[in-house]
């Protein structure tokens, strides 16, 4: 079944702990991407990847680190969390020149 | 900034009604506009999407309408069923742009 998957799906962690959510998709896309979901301000993206190895800042970068070393796999990179990183976090894959991208199930983080 | 905005937070409507959700837009750069759907607990799954150059784009029960003048779209669903109770999401991409602006989701109910 073609899908992206995301793990944990519930995380509760405190402020300072790192932490790293994965992220992985069998569709063999190249483009993959992160976003936050919060009330009132939809899904903002934090960081995109065109291909392995490349990456780049969406528009709400600040806290995160990504890496992609493999095709499959998008791990978001949470170094030094803080409270106002306590959100919903989506990660998403596309083929390279396609518009629609397919989403994973979510994670919910809460940063104490 | 909010390039893309849906006033509405919520909107109730009665099953076998047209529900009609509306998504406005600033950009102007904005040439291809989706729109996905989410259920609780799950990631957005696309719905039906519009390129500029295109008014209207009908998808069974579900058709969107552009009015690039306006900077305007709606997505009408007709008949509305149970099932498509859920939260809406709008979305907007410009040629070359890496990323979706989404609006803030508009959460729909169907009454039975």
């Known amino acids: 079944e073609a899908q992206v998957t995301q793990n944990p799906r519930y995380l509760i962690t405190v402020t300072g702990k790192k932490l790293t959510v994965t992220c992985s998709q069998n569709?063999?896309?190249?483009?993959m991407s992160w976003y936050r979901q919060d009330p009132g301000l939809g899904l903002r993206q934090i960081y995109y990847?065109?291909?392995?190895?490349?990456?780049d800042k969406g528009d709400v970068p600040e806290g995160y680190k990504v890496s992609r070393k493999e095709k499959r796999n998008f791990p978001l990179i949470l170094e030094s969390p803080s409270p106002n990183q306590t959100s919903l976090y989506f990660c998403?894959?596309?083929?390279?020149?396609?518009?629609?991208?397919?989403f994973g199930p979510g994670t919910r983080l809460l940063v104490l | 900034d909010q390039q893309v905005k849906q006033n509405s937070p919520s909107l109730s409507v009665q099953e076998g009604r047209i529900s009609i959700l509306n998504c406005d837009y600033t950009?102007?750069?904005?040439?291809?506009f989706l729109w996905y759907k989410k259920y609780p607990a799950e990631g957005p799954t696309f719905l039906i999407s519009?390129?500029?150059?295109?008014d209207k784009n009908e998808d069974g029960r579900f058709t969107v309408f552009l009015n690039k003048s306006a900077k305007h779209l709606s997505l009408h669903i007709v008949p509305s069923q149970p099932g498509d109770s859920a939260v809406y999401f709008c979305?907007?991409?410009?040629?070359?742009?890496?990323?979706?602006?989404f609006g803030q989701g508009t959460r729909l109910t169907i009454n039975p």
């Open positions: 519009i390129s500029s150059i295109k």
């Open positions: 979305a907007a991409s410009s040629q070359g742009a890496q990323k979706l602006v």
């Open positions: 950009n102007s750069m904005f040439d291809y």
């Open positions: 998403a894959s596309r083929l390279t020149g396609g518009e629609t991208q397919y």
């Open positions: 569709m063999n896309h190249e483009y």
């Open positions: 990847s065109m291909n392995v190895e490349v990456t």
